[in-house]
């Protein structure tokens, strides 16, 4: 917030105007001034909140200024509301907060008791529990209360820094007096942060993570003796909340709650603000969205920073070093999230990357997964780094963990393309076996049952090429949604390859593939690999107008791989359709042989034919000169 603009209101002669003259004069001004002072704007100053800009609006409540009163209570940010003697703290309650209340004003109101120095026989302490708390039970816009002598310049800067705080570091989104606690989305917000601060995850806060805490937080050491004082604080109202183990998460928000009871609320939302909240405790869009644009023909991967965040979040959580993440861990994992990503939802997760044998998923199916999430929406990658704390030393925040691959336009051409993560759509007939690849693709026992694919279905996992290097692989089965992806041209162009599939024993199979490339003939466009599933079987004649090896060979294509998934080579196939992707120019129709080029050769034979003639002029000089 760049202003803070506080309406300055109460009955005639309560002293608004000198309580403004005293701040800006910095004394109280004993000669007479006007009756309603001008506007006032006061630049941010040390000590300011948030160091923001103050405008002032001094007002009158004669009924002949009522409609400008009306209008400057509507345009402020907070109400100052001034009172002086016993009358005028009536009417505070029976003119003013009403008055505001019918206005519909939503701002809050900071009471403020004037000219104490005319009651010598009356204590704050009295005033407070007499005349303030009563009424600030019953009108909860009122969010705080001071008092205050314009004459003695009592209390004067405080009363003002109370309105500016008011907006500022707002009590009533996150501390509810009535009940007398913290509100829910206040909980859930700190709860995210002890979370956050929790670095071990062993459910306590310890010195040392503290110590980080309060520097992130206020930028400034704690010393052992504010240490020990905090834990104290703590003890008196929860003993085991605070222990030599540290603070634990009760005893967390207890902390906060005793700082929101003492007036210290600011303290909260400077926590709440280092991490990212808003004044509506939400996250700030601009932390869970920053710009991040993948250009066309090009994709989005983690980079090594964000593999390594991945991979440190999977083994903190991995409690019972089991190498899965069964559904506790992963609960506790994304507890400062708003769960599971609706995408991983869709897609059955974790059914679609790699689980252990008791069906939790592994760090290498972890890392998998979010390689998709990354690939297919990167938008929700950066949201749960933000989600789950990913801190980067770079500039650029989450996106840090990110990073856009080098552009691929021409895949026919020859030449490598520089990404790890790749996308094929597997196409093929109704149970021609497209089901089964994606599940030895995760290495799953082979089932006979057959289930007809309705949803598309998406499996992904590592895949180590040639010299060692590791990619991702996402093959994705379409389902009933194949006409409509097959048409749209930009799912087509995120597609890495395509993994054209047949069932070799079944004669009416591969004819599919004919009419799929007759049909939608803009998938040419695409690198492709020809795959005959079910060799274990007993092969038999297509019945299509060319058999699969004449119909590949017409197109100047590779033959088709005859693979079964009850194969152990069967992992040979993934490989391929990765380095195929890789390198896409060789799953391209290759070129008609070209003319033989025998210019190497005749250049060859020339030379050699002048170094004969060379060799002979120089032998008959020799012959004939002996």
């Not at 820094?161 to 989104?173: D, E, G, R, S």
């Not at 840090?400 to 336009?409: C, D, F, N, S």
């Not at 094929?424 to 049952?449: D, H, I, M, Q, W």
């Not at 080029?597 to 030379?607: C, E, K, P, Q």
Request: contains cysteine; hydrophobic residues 35%; charged residues 25%.
């Amino acid at each position: 917030m760049a202003t803070v603009r506080i309406c300055v209101c109460g009955d005639e002669a309560c002293g608004k105007s000198s309580l403004i003259t005293s701040l800006v004069k910095d004394v109280f001004v004993t000669t007479k001034i006007q009756s309603v002072l001008p506007q006032i704007t006061l630049p941010p100053t040390i000590g300011t909140p948030e160091n923001v800009t103050t405008t002032i609006v001094d007002t009158s409540s004669l009924p002949q200024e009522r409609d400008n009163l009306r209008k400057e209570i509507r345009k402020s940010n907070v109400i100052l509301l001034v009172y002086s003697d016993h009358y005028s703290y009536e009417r505070v309650a029976l003119f003013w907060m009403p008055y505001f209340r019918s206005l519909g004003v939503n701002v809050p109101v900071v009471l403020c008791a004037n000219k104490s120095d005319l009651s010598v026989n009356t204590t704050t302490a009295q005033v407070v529990e007499e005349e303030m708390l009563p009424v600030m039970a019953e009108f909860k816009e009122i969010d705080s209360c001071i008092r205050t002598s314009a004459r003695e310049h009592h209390n004067i800067n405080e009363a003002f820094f109370l309105c500016q705080k008011a907006v500022t570091h707002p009590i009533a989104p996150i501390y509810d007096s009535k009940e007398a606690n913290l509100k829910p989305a206040a909980v859930s917000a700190l709860q995210r942060v002890f979370y956050l601060c929790d670095k071990d995850q062993d459910g306590y806060l310890n010195d040392k993570e503290l110590h980080d805490f309060q520097l992130k937080c206020f930028e400034k050491p704690l010393s052992d003796d504010d240490l020990n004082n905090v834990k104290r604080s703590i003890q008196r109202w929860a003993p085991d909340s605070a222990s030599e183990r540290g603070i634990d998460q009760k005893g967390f928000l207890l902390l906060n709650k005793m700082y929101a009871e003492k007036g210290r609320h600011e303290t909260i939302w400077i926590i709440l603000r280092k991490f990212h909240y808003t004044d509506s405790l939400s996250l700030r869009d601009t932390f869970l969205h920053p710009k991040f644009d993948v250009p066309q023909y090009s994709s989005a991967e983690l980079s090594p920073a964000g593999y390594r965040f991945f991979v440190d979040l999977f083994l903190l959580h991995d409690k019972d070093n089991d190498g899965g993440l069964n559904d506790a861990e992963l609960t506790a994992l994304f507890a400062p999230t708003p769960g599971l990503p609706s995408s991983w939802v869709d897609s059955a997760f974790p059914s679609c990357t790699v689980r252990n044998e008791a069906g939790h998923i592994t760090l290498q199916g972890w890392l998998a997964q979010w390689s998709m999430t990354t690939f297919e929406e990167p938008k929700t990658t950066l949201e749960y780094l933000a989600y789950l704390g990913f801190e980067s030393q770079e500039r650029g925040g989450t996106t840090a963990a990110l990073k856009v691959t080098k552009a691929r336009k021409r895949r026919n051409r020859p030449g490598r393309v520089e990404r790890n993560v790749f996308l094929c759509y597997v196409l093929g007939a109704g149970g021609s076996g497209k089901s089964s690849l994606l599940s030895v693709f995760l290495n799953r026992p082979f089932s006979t049952t057959y289930h007809p694919t309705i949803k598309p279905r998406t499996s992904v996992n590592s895949v180590e090429l040639q010299g060692g290097k590791q990619c991702y692989l996402i093959l994705e089965e379409l389902g009933e949604l194949e006409p409509a992806i097959l048409e749209n041209g930009a799912k087509l162009d995120a597609c890495d390859i395509l993994c054209y599939t047949y069932d070799s024993s079944d004669p009416d199979s591969f004819a599919h593939i004919v009419e799929l490339r007759k049909k939608y003939p803009q998938l040419d466009a695409l690198p492709a690999i020809y795959t005959a599933l079910k060799a274990d079987q007993d092969k038999t004649m297509q019945r299509s107008e060319l058999q699969p090896d004449d119909y590949t060979n017409a197109s100047n294509m590779a033959a088709p791989l005859h693979v079964s998934v009850t194969w152990a080579s069967i992992s040979e196939l993934f490989v391929h359709l990765a380095e195929s992707a890789t390198y896409p120019s060789t799953a391209f129709p290759k070129k008609s042989e070209q003319p033989v080029d025998r210019t190497n050769l005749y250049i060859a034979l020339g030379a050699t034919v002048c170094a004969a003639a060379a060799i002979a002029i120089i032998w008959k000089k020799t012959v004939s000169n002996p």
